[in-house]
């Protein structure tokens, strides 16, 4: 295992050549890579690309950025285990590496970082990463405290009185107002963070006449909520369905809170080739749902919910839930 110290040295000196680092290989396996330094005897060659030629170029902005959320996520899952837990881990600067790469690479397209704050989030991640690596003590904060009474019950009663709206005004709905419903879709889990959901707000009359996916008609604004499943680096790291069901949820609650009234659409036809033709969508984007939205006609009938006893078991799956 190579001191953390020497990790620091190492990252330093390959910066210093103004290589981008690859990864570390051990002595006896260089091959055919390109071993550029072995910094001392006890620590392995580690190896770089040709910075001239810069594989970032050719992946879209909104996919690198997925990828090094992903690679963050993991590297924060690293920190808080070290941190929080007292549990050792295995010092590995490579997914600090990727990232701190695909930074530089950014910051060389002039991307700004202050207008983007995801990549500023990664940055600081980064920064934590590099104090852990040279041995310095990051800040650990307490959680947050609970709501209070009054805060929870609000909670509960924006939970309970969503509806799902069928019937809008013929009232125009703004962009402001729609931006603001995906600013918190956003903030929904997703796999790895890497936030795969794209929206696609439809308020063009004649775009949305040709949408007859749930037999609904009259909706001042047709959402298509789409992943992008080129973020899913294979096809068991995340779940495009789950990741999409997350943000809608968050959708339809701020959308609720508004005073609008929407309804979740989905089906066989959600993905139909006339929709996709219709709406654009490359091959890799997928529509997992449409939600029609508006300024609510009228106030639903309540769908009941179930009684907790019918659809709670601890422990294990047990047939034994008391039908009523
Ligand atoms: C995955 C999913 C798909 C749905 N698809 C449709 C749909 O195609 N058409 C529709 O009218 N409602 C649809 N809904 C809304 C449900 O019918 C509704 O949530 C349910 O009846 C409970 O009513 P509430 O949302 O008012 O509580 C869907 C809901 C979910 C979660």
Redesign the pocket.
Known sequence: MVARHKKTNLLRRCYEKGCSLLGIIPRGRRGAFDVISRPSKDIPYFISANPKVNPYDKIPKSILKAHMRLISHFLTRKLEKYYFKGIEIKEDIQDYLQVKERLDFLKEQKVNMEVEPDLKGLLEINKLYEKFVSQKEIEIYPPDKPFNKDEIELFDRIIKT?????CWKNEPVSREIIESIIESAIWAPSTGNMQSVRYIVIDDEKVKQQIL????KGAPIIVSVAVDIRVYPSASTGNKNQDA?AA??NF?LKTHILGLGA?????KT?NSNEIRRLLNFHEYIENI??VYLGWPANR?I??P?SNIKEVLCYNKYSEDIKIY
Do not use: D, E, H, Y
């Open positions: 969503r509806r799902s709206v069928r996916v749930g037999g609904i069901a809608i949820q339809l309804v979740w659409i989905s089906g959600v749902a449409f639903p309540t769908p919910r």
